[in-house]
Structure formats: C-alpha cells, structure tokens
C-alpha cells in the first residue's frame, strides 16, 4: 500500500495529466478512459473485464431505456428491473456469497464452502453509481448517452473510482461532453488534493496505529481511560481517512476539468444523529434518499410507513457497508435513533444545541465501535470496557503515556474537523494567504512524501467498500 501510494502520487498521476493536457480534446476522454482501466486492474488485472462487463451491460440498458421510455413504458420498466438485478446481483456474489454460505450452513444439514474470491476494490461505491443512470434515464431526469467511451469514462474515472463521493452520471453528464480548464481550476486541484493526502497520511494513519493498539487488546484486560482513547482515535481516524480521500478525490477531479460534489461538511460539529447524517458521506446518503426512501414513500405515506422507510433504508445502508452482521446491527443501531429523533427528541435537541452536540458525539463513538469490531462478541467486550464493567480498571500507565503522546495530534485533529481552522485562514490578509497556501501544500507534500517513504503502516478504511 506504501509503495503504490508513492507510485501512484509520483509516476502514475503525473503521467496520466501529461499525457491528458498534451492531447486534443476529442482524445481526452479515451485517454481517461485507459487510464481509468489501468487504474482499476493495477492490483487484479481480471477486474477489467468485471468493469468492462458492467460498463457494457449499463450502457446497452441505458440505450434500450431511452428508446422505449415515452412508447414503450412496459419494455423501459422491464429492462431497468433487468439492469438493476444485474448490477446487484454481481455485487451480491462477490461481496456476499460468503457470508451468506458461511450463515446457512450454520443450519441443520446444510454445507455451503465459501469462495474466497476477492473482493473487486471499490464495487459498492461503482454499483450505486452505475445504476444511478439507467434509472435517471428511466426518470427522464438525464439524456442517455450513446458514447460508449465517454460512459465508460464516466463510471470508471480513477479519481473517485476506489471510495467516492458517489458521483451520479446526471451530475457531470454536461462535462463528460466539455470541460474547461483553466490554471486556477488545476492549480485548486492540487491544493484540494494535498489536504486531503495531508489528513489521510499525517492525521488518520497516526490516530490509526492508537487504535490499532487498544482494538488488539484481548477481552478484560482494557481499561476504562484506554477505551475510550482507542475509540476517540478511531472516531478521528475514520473522518480523516475517508473526508482525505474524498478530498483527494474532488482535487483530482478538478485536475482534469471535472467538479464533484461535497461529500463531507465538517459533521462533528453536528448537534443531532439527523444533522450528523446530513453532513457525513452526503453522496451515499442522498443515493439512498433518492433511490429507496423516496420511493419507498418517504414520508408522504404517514408516520408509521414513515418510520418503517427509515428502518428499511438504514438497514441497507449498514449491510453495504460490508459483508458482516455486525454492519446491519449498525445501521439498524441508527435507525433507532433517527426513528426517535424523527418522533419527538428532534426538536427537543434543537433548544439544547450543547447537550446535543455531546449526546451526538457520544452516539456516534459507540456506533464505530459497531462498525470497526467484527463480532458481536467484541463489541460487547468494548463497548462494556467504555461503560467501565468488565474493565481492568479505571488507568494503567500505558494509558497516561499514550494519552500524553497522542495529546498534540488529539488537540490538532479535533480543531481540523470543525470549520475553525478554514475560518481563520479565510481572515488572513489576501497577500498572506496567497503566500501561505502554495508554502503550506509544498510542506505538506514534503512531510507526506518522508512518512510514505519511511512508513509501512498505510491502512484505508473504505478500500474494499
């Protein structure tokens, strides 16, 4: 992971934009269109006919859709079931036939071996974002496209390709035909992107390896103090991690002409679970509202269907998280919560913005223990640790170490995940800033480049998702 990261900021980027902005418009989409392949199967070459198979199938779909969509409804409906079963189907067999075996033949007479097949990079995100374009065609809400290259392109661009932001085909269908580019664009690029290199490497991979420690430490012997400094750093992790890549991701993007969506809004700052959700991986939660709330009903079909809408599309959300029960205890955990804030504790929360903010802190600390651990009996095990039962005790001098070391890193992660920081550089005098930013992203990309070359410690959390 070290070394792809240092090749792939160094050689292969480099490469792909040289060879992008060296070429008349009318290439730059194939070109992307390889290097999105490339991209793609660097770690498994068979993957690309996995992409190849469903570029293929969607854009077919997509054509058949668009002819029949105003005469032949019937035919339209018949082929979008079709292309979404295709699609979700492939992401059921390679991301959970093994769970599913593993589950059934807990049964009686049953014995289903697991396949071990590996998990193509990134497949729930390229899912949800290829099947956002056969239905938007089927909506009406977007234009088919009969370039095969450019749709290719659209739903294997490299720079989002991995974790998001899920980019939907009707968001960028414009600059798939024209993009303009300018220096500033580019030069806002690259900025956006070494922030996101600088959360990823200097911040999240820190936090990474103090909740690594404590995540590793056998039931019992976690202490009161230790736990919740294992989780803290995981809370902080998680957020740097993957807001890092989506940085990374819009930075890229702008690179070569593209603007995706926001896919975080500093969503600790949140004074409810309904506001936290609002601000974290906006793409994934505005898919699911588009796609399954929505036409589930809402909350056009009264309270109860309401609130059975909530429990179905969490449900869903917590299990493509991954292929684990422990997901859907997730994103069933949440469903409470948003259930009883969509009741009456809502607007309650909203005259006590303090109390809220640390009650939706505190929420979501215990879900990512939900989501990190991966058995139940783990997450019992810490989350009891958290609460103090079962604890070895309230401290060892392991904890008061730790937490004198992490303290800096603490303090600078924390002010990093709320606006202030950006607030205060916005105040800086215009000749400041003009100075300050190019400083600041040739240091970042300094201290980045010295820890890749000296770390082997380089995890991503949402690599397989």
């Known amino acids: 992971m070290v070394f792809s990261s240092i090749l792939f900021m160094f050689i292969y980027l480099p490469v792909v934009l040289f060879l992008y902005y060296i070429s008349p418009v009318r290439w730059r989409n194939p070109i992307l269109f390889v290097a999105n392949l490339v991209f793609y199967g660097w770690g498994e070459p068979v993957f690309i006919v996995l992409m190849l198979f469903s570029i293929t199938i969607n854009y077919i779909n997509g054509l058949l859709i668009g002819r029949w969509r105003l005469t032949q409804q019937k035919k339209a409906k018949t082929v979008l079931v079709i292309n979404v079963v295709i699609n979700l189907a492939l992401l059921g067999f390679f991301k959970y036939y093994d769970l599913i075996a593993e589950t059934l033949s807990l049964l009686p007479f049953i014995d289903i071996k697991p396949l071990g097949i590996a998990l193509p990079i990134g497949i729930s995100f390229c899912t949800f974002q290829t099947m956002s374009y056969p239905i938007d065609v089927y909506r009406g809400d977007t234009d088919v496209q009969r370039n095969y290259i450019s749709f290719g392109t659209f739903v294997a661009l490299f720079p989002q390709l991995i974790a998001g932001p899920i980019v939907r085909y009707k968001d960028v269908a414009d600059q798939l035909g024209f993009r303009a580019s300018s220096i500033d664009q580019f030069s806002s690029g690259v900025e956006r992107f070494m922030v996101g290199v600088a959360k990823k490497v200097l911040i999240a991979n820190s936090l990474g390896k103090l909740w ?210 950006s607030r205060l550089f916005a105040k800086l005098p215009g000749k400041v800033r003009r100075f300050a930013a190019p400083a600041l992203i040739v240091l970042a990309l300094v201290l980045c480049t010295a820890y890749l070359v000296d770390a082997t410690y380089n995890p991503f959390i949402y690599f397989n998702f």
């Open 212 to 421: 690594d420690y404590y995540a590793a430490i056998p039931d019992g012997g976690l202490t009161v103090l230790g736990s919740w400094l294992g989780i803290i750093a995981f809370t902080l992790q998680i957020y740097f991690d993957f807001s890092g890549y989506s940085d990374m991701a819009i930075g890229l993007g702008r690179m070569i002409g593209f603007e995706f969506k926001e896919n975080f809004n500093y969503p600790y700052i949140s004074r409810s679970v309904t506001e936290f959700w609002r601000r974290w991986h906006m793409s994934l939660g505005t898919w699911f509202r588009d796609y399954v709330y929505i036409p589930l009903g809402g909350n056009r079909c009264g309270r109860a269907r309401q609130l059975l809408n909530i429990l179905i599309v969490w449900a869903l959300t917590g299990i493509w998280h991954g292929a684990n029960w422990t997901f859907l205890l997730w994103g069933l955990y949440y469903a409470v919560f948003l259930m009883i804030e969509k009741v009456f504790l809502l607007k309650r929360l909203e005259k006590l913005p303090v109390l809220g903010h640390i009650y939706t802190i505190i929420i979501v600390m215990f879900g990512w223990v939900m989501f990190q651990l991966d058995s139940l009996a783990a997450i019992g095990n810490y989350t009891s640790a958290m609460l103090g039962f079962g604890a070895s005790g309230l401290a060892e001098s392991t904890d008061l170490y730790y937490l004198g070391s992490y303290a800096v890193t603490f303090v600078i992660a924390i002010v990093a995940s709320t606006p202030l920081g």
